[in-house]
């Protein structure tokens, strides 16, 4: 059964993490300064998020913007494309990346040294992540360690 | 009467340096059908000489250097540019071999042999070359003391004229010949068979190069079959993310992955997580500063290796081989320097001494903390501080190590020698299993590589099986028990380690060793493949289950040559340095739980108490001989 029961859920807890991400000055500035859009492409539920870091950030103390559409108008540099239930469990740091890529868990399209350069800086999201679930009153999901 | 002899060239050519004498040699065909070829024909040859004198030197002129091809190399098949290198090692004392890619390996076959067994001592130093088939011994005496790059840029120039192309040379630099206990030996100038102190046998026979060349082909017994795996394997090489990595990023490309998987060491393996590394030692460090091109081996359009160029001192290096994730290691975040042009220069200076740069850069990070100790003096290293951070005396070492002079002559001769001199407390940083330095990836991560590195027929090595590949989740294989593809899910538990480690070995025993096919390309054969690819190059049928059957052999053969030199139950465990619990880090807390693992190891492996293998095991193996000479052997020792 999938963690999250439909596309609002999924856009509600990742969202959240993403709009805290997109402020967090432990994280934010190098995916700023890459310059990427990178888009999530999500199934069961199926949703699309996109960071779009190639144009100054419409918010204010965001240092890019996030943007939650099949279509948002541009064209991503990277695509990570995952079921929702790997990014729940990514996000808790519970994902062996390279295991996951070699049995397709997720498929990732787009220059592998801008991929893998972005990684240590989305490393807090981890912690923030089960904080985040918590802050919604969602502890029924959080995987323990 | 020999049958066809499919894919080998079927002879091979015993060199006697003492004497002079070059004898090519029709080995009998169950020694190809048995041991398939690579280090299980290599290891077979060996068993032969220890069983005779089991307390052979490692230097004494009667150990045979074995070069060996396997029956894929110098194919089309993705990969098959690998050879090895073995001999008993004077680093461990036990079997010693080293798996090198390149060009001198298919080179090796169209000069017409399978492998090399080189004995004696030549009387002054001596190169010898093999052109079409034939041998012939010249004097070296104008290459004693020159560096790889340079013996390799000479010889190349002489015999380029012999088929009007260059040659391949196999080459020893100034570490080989000084008898530096990890030197290495190099192939075209940046693929390097480095472990277990090869290059140190290679300089004790006086033996300084090898140049191979010529026109022979070996066919397949099935081409048809050969040709659509090949087109199959390329295609999932093409589509396999891991290796566009590789292909972009090189070796080092993992650092970026597995600094947060607890799996890359610091500071002499005391600090779990140097996150600067990440940034500045890194395949896309390395992609977005040094890097100048790419280069391959025969066969391969993965093409992980880095041509790099230092255009500046203090660490100058001419365009050549970059380091690759070992060597970005042992001589970045080993030592805390996060100075990839200083990194870049250690490791071209090691390819042109010839030295392994996983057993020196480990043996350098040892004298920086024995240093920190004040167990090494200022005056010892020749005026050069070993401070954390600091590259620079760790690249005087490497020069003082090739020449053995000052403080290297003692690191020459390898961490455990060089700590059992400097008493305990040198003793507690130590990071060899059975005298080989621990390669850089950090088994309190990966629990399983513990026991592949206490158990390893060489000591310390994640490449002498491939549990590192499947405990990271790079390889699985669906249909043999313990690789399947859950089992990187669980990498801190021993739950079925054992069986991992075990059917690990044996069929990287065949994959890696005997077929000898790279462990980066051999990464997307699935087991049918590898059992499709040994059937279609030989005509002999074989099955998944053969694999793991000759592998088991050829484990258990190495196995025996070990404890023919004294290896025993008490000499599998890892240092005290890798289980000591991190503080920092992913996993930071954890040790591996050998015990369990280790008592599961002795019981699918059916090792009796002191580690020997048993009768019942090596005769169900066809090894009857072995087991005989192995337990009277340990009668022996009893008594």
Known sequence: ?145 | MRSPMYAYAGRMLRVDLSRGILEPWEPPQELYHDYIGGSGIAARLLFEVVREIPDLDPFDPRNPLIIMTGPATGTALPGSNRFVTCALSPLTGIWGESNCGGYFGPWLKRAGYDGLIITGQAPRPTYLSIVDGVAALHDASDLWGLDSYETTDLLTERHKADQGRPPQVFAIGQAGEQLVRFAAIVNNKGHIAGRTGMGAVMGSKRLKAIVADGHARQTPADQQALRGLTQRINERLRDNIMMQALKEMGTAAELEIKMFMGDVPSRNWTVGEWRQAVDTLGGSAMYSTILVDTKTCYACQVKCKRVVEVPRNPFMVKRGAGPEYEACVTFGSLILNDNLEAVAKANDLCNRYGLDTISCGATIALAYECYEKGLISYEETGGVPLIWGDATGAIELIHQIAGRRGLGHELAEGSLRFAQRRGSEALEGLTTVKGLEAPMHDPRGTHALGLAYATSVIGASHMNGIIFAVASGQVFYDSIPGLEPFMSDDPRSPHRKALMTVNGQNIDQIYGQALALCHFSGNVYSEYDLALALTALTGVQRSVGDLLEIGDRLWNLKRAIGCLRGLTAADDKLPARLMTPLKDGDAAGLVPDMQTMLAEFYELRELDEQGYPKRERLERLGLEDVSEVLHSHRARVAD
């Open chain 1, 1 to 145: 059964m999938a963690i999250f029961k439909t596309r609002d859920e999924l856009i509600t807890c990742l969202g959240i993490l993403y709009d805290q991400a997109k402020r967090d000055p432990r994280i934010a500035p190098k995916i700023k300064d890459s310059g990427l859009v990178i888009q999530f492409r999500y199934d069961e539920p199926e949703a699309v998020a996109t960071i779009i870091a190639s144009r100054p950030p419409t918010q204010e103390g965001a240092y890019f913007d996030v943007v939650w559409d099949d279509d948002p108008g541009v064209k991503p540099d990277i695509e990570m494309s995952m079921k929702a239930d790997v990014a729940h469990q990514f996000w808790h740091g519970k994902v062996n990346l390279m295991a996951a890529l070699t049995r397709r868990q997720i498929i990732a399209k787009g220059p592998i040294p801008k991929i893998l350069k972005l990684l240590p800086a989305v490393t807090p999201m981890y912690d923030m992540y089960p904080r985040v679930l918590r802050e919604l009153g969602r502890e029924d999901l959080i995987i323990q360690k």
